[in-house]
T-cell receptor
Framework: TQLLEQSPQFLSIQEGENLTVYCNSS?????LQWYRQEPGEGPVLLVT?????EVKKLKRLTFQFGDARKDSSLHITAAQPGDTGLYLCAGGSGGYQKVTFGIGTKLQVIP | GAVVSQHPSRVICKSGTSVKIECRSL??????MFWYRQFPKQSLMLMAT?????????EQGVEKDKFLINHASLTLSTLTVTSAHPEDSSFYIC??????????FGNGTRLTVT
């Protein structure tokens, strides 16, 4: 069974601060996705990374896929209250379809 | 806009009754849909893979007779929780894929069994 560990599980920060959340596994993934989930809603895809060492930027969010494709990080610069939510990483093997989800990082950005 | 629609968003039912949840892909044909379950403070756990025109593939530990999945068309999959019990209360989410592309998720169904 492929497991994805996310850390920290909970994070509460002030508006304007920077933060990094991590997604780690002992397994190699062919792709890794990051999702954001609001309470009572389904996850919304933020980014997909597929190449070891790949870095993708989405406005204030920077995503990195580890060289060995076993881990990933999400860095948010100057966090805003609108960034509040549950951030989930999901690893796929052999395509995007069947993925394994991490437990998530619950982020709260305080105005 | 949403590409996967899930209905209902919330449902409350009595113990022993059955509940059907629908998952529709709105503007694409989804040969494969997935059903997940999410408990509070936990991640999404894959329950089953729904294949159009064939039987669903269930993950280990998921009772196929309790969670009936039907994928009758390329745009609709249904999950029926049969003889629901309070421990079945959870957040159920479906997803669909356009071929080899990232998943699109429905907005989930909050099931409460009293």
């Amino acid at each position: 069974t492929q497991l994805l560990e996310q850390s920290p599980q909970f994070l509460s920060i002030q508006e304007g601060e920077n933060l990094t959340v991590y997604c780690n596994s002992s397994s190699v993934f062919s792709s890794l996705q990051w999702y954001r989930q609001e309470p009572g809603e389904g996850p919304v895809l933020l980014v997909t990374v597929v190449t070891g060492g790949e870095v993708k930027k989405l406005k204030r969010l920077t995503f990195q896929f580890g060289d060995a494709r076993k881990d990933s990080s999400l860095h948010i610069t100057a966090a805003q209250p609108g960034d509040t939510g549950l951030y989930l990483c999901a690893g796929g093997s052999g395509g995007y379809q069947k993925v394994t989800f991490g437990i998530g990082t619950k982020l709260q950005v305080i105005p | 806009g949403a590409v996967v629609s899930q209905h209902p968003s919330r449902v409350i039912c009595k113990s022993g009754t059955s509940v059907k949840i629908e998952c529709r892909s709105l503007d694409f044909q989804a040969t494969t849909m997935f059903w997940y379950r999410q408990f509070p403070k936990q991640s999404l756990m894959l329950m089953a893979t729904s294949n159009e025109g064939s039987k669903a593939t269930y993950e280990q530990g998921v009772e196929k007779d309790k969670f009936l999945i039907n994928h009758a068309s390329l745009t609709l999959s249904t999950l029926t929780v049969t003889s629901a019990h309070p421990e079945d209360s959870s957040f159920y989410i479906c997803s669909a894929s356009r071929g080899n592309s990232p998943l699109h998720f429905g907005n989930g169904t909050r099931l409460t069994v009293t």
